[in-house]
């Protein structure tokens, strides 16, 4: 009994700890008390019953079987709130009370009905969305011996089977049984708690916060894009590089480059985005016709009009990386891409690898121009008419934060 007691004490602490840091401990104050009460006494109870899992209050706890609310995608344009009761884990998964998400432009392709995946009958409604997210482990299933409860975490969104050759050469993207959060076959981050297997869950670095921790999956994927470049950490691009569009992949894209000290310049329409960049000593521009001038080019729009004249008019054995989608079908000639010694390579998601290099990378990158538009959970669909608009780099949704 004394050391439940104790160790429910350290949880205690931990969190009264936590909040302090996040600068919300007068708005989370009283809830921690109030949850780790109850959830002392129900530890007790069953002790004094003889037996935990038969104590029918500490089971709630201890399982969370609560209703719990998050935002469900039931088909193109039809998005509520609902309710849901978490289900017990099972072996080797953890459960994750979310933090923040971010709005990611494949959410909305979600909601609009205009995401491939479920064009083609890959994913199916419902759906909870949400892939670039961050929270606190609260319960571990059997044998999960790596995280233990209050573990600040990100979750990597391909999650693929472990079992097929692609999975053991660690091609979670070829993995025919992936599922992808908030995407396919897994509800994600737009909700107050998710599942999801430990095996794919990464811990924050403590100098990491959990509302900067939901860049990680975007710098993931870019990452994983430069490193099929040859591109990694520890060297220098070799030539310089552009970068095509200014949203939150190519934004990403560029600091990551300059952080290394290359040089780099990005190409957009929208004067604010490009303003945050030249703020950080980055070259801009908004004339994708001088894109001639560069050998290594990575296109991030995802408009099929922006990579048309990037395949046209790049220069001589010109290098061009595609992070961006969805591109559409194009009639294009590629007796150019051979004529002319181009390359052309395709980059999408991210590996485990991928995301530990994000964690390390992320608390050296000056990313407040990503955390200056945050909603409440509640009111997601204005936030994400607010992300269609353009007006801000990211719109982040504030869940148990």
């Known amino acids: 009994m004394p050391s439940e007691l ?10 009264l700890i936590q909040s302090i840091k996040q600068g919300v401990f007068s708005q989370k104050a009283a809830e921690i008390v109030r949850f780790r009460y109850e959830k002392t006494a129900g530890r007790v109870g069953g002790i004094w019953d003889g037996s935990l899992m038969e104590n029918p209050r500490f089971r709630e706890q201890l399982l969370f079987d609560k209703p719990y609310k998050a935002v469900m995608i039931r088909a193109p344009r039809e998005a509520v709130i609902q309710s849901f009761g978490v289900p017990e884990l099972k072996p080797g998964e953890v459960l994750v009370r979310v933090a923040y998400a971010g709005v990611c432009a494949t959410d909305l392709e979600i909601f609009e009905g205009r995401l491939g995946y479920y064009k083609s009958g890959i994913a199916k409604y419902p759906i909870v969305p949400g892939h670039e997210f961050s929270g606190v482990i609260v319960a571990t299933g059997a044998r999960v011996t790596e995280f233990a409860e209050n573990d600040p975490v990100v979750v990597e969104c391909i999650q693929g ?11 979670a993207i070829g993995c025919a049984s992936r599922s992808e959060v908030g995407v396919i076959g897994r509800n994600g981050g737009y909700a107050e708690y ?8 990464h811990r924050l670095p403590p100098s990491l916060t959990l509302k900067h921790a939901i860049l990680c999956e975007p710098l993931a994927v870019v990452l994983k894009g430069l490193r099929r470049l040859g591109w990694n950490a520890s060297n220098r691009m070799l030539s310089r590089s552009a970068v095509v569009g200014g949203g939150p992949i190519g934004h990403l894209a560029a600091l990551t480059i300059s952080h290394q000290g290359a040089d780099v310049a990005v190409f957009d329409r929208n004067p604010d985005r490009l303003a945050y960049l030249a703020r950080r000593g980055i070259s801009v521009e908004q004339d994708l016709q001088k894109i001639a001038a560069f050998d290594t080019i990575i296109e991030a729009t995802g408009d099929a009009e922006a990579l048309d004249t ?6 001589t054995g010109a290098t061009i990386l595609l992070l961006g989608l969805p591109y559409a079908r194009r009639d294009f000639s590629f007796e150019s891409i051979v004529s002319y010694d181009k390359t052309i390579i395709g980059s999408v998601g991210s590996t485990a690898a991928d995301f530990d290099e994000a964690l390390r990378l992320l ?8 955390f200056e538009c945050i909603f409440p959970f509640e009111e997601f669909h204005q936030a994400w008419n607010i ?3 353009g007006k801000h780099l990211k719109v982040v949704l504030e869940i148990n934060g």
């Not at 104790?6 to 969190?15: L, T």
């Open 310 to 315: 990037v395949l046209e008019r790049s220069r």
């Open 161 to 171: 089977c472990g079992e097929c050759d692609s999975c053991r050469n660690e091609d």
């Open 363 to 370: 608390p050296h990158i000056d990313a407040s121009a990503f």
């Open 194 to 201: 998710m599942i999801t297997p430990a095996r794919f869950v």
């Open 6 to 15: 104790f160790r429910e004490a350290a949880y205690f602490f931990g969190d």
């Open 387 to 389: 992300a269609r608009s």
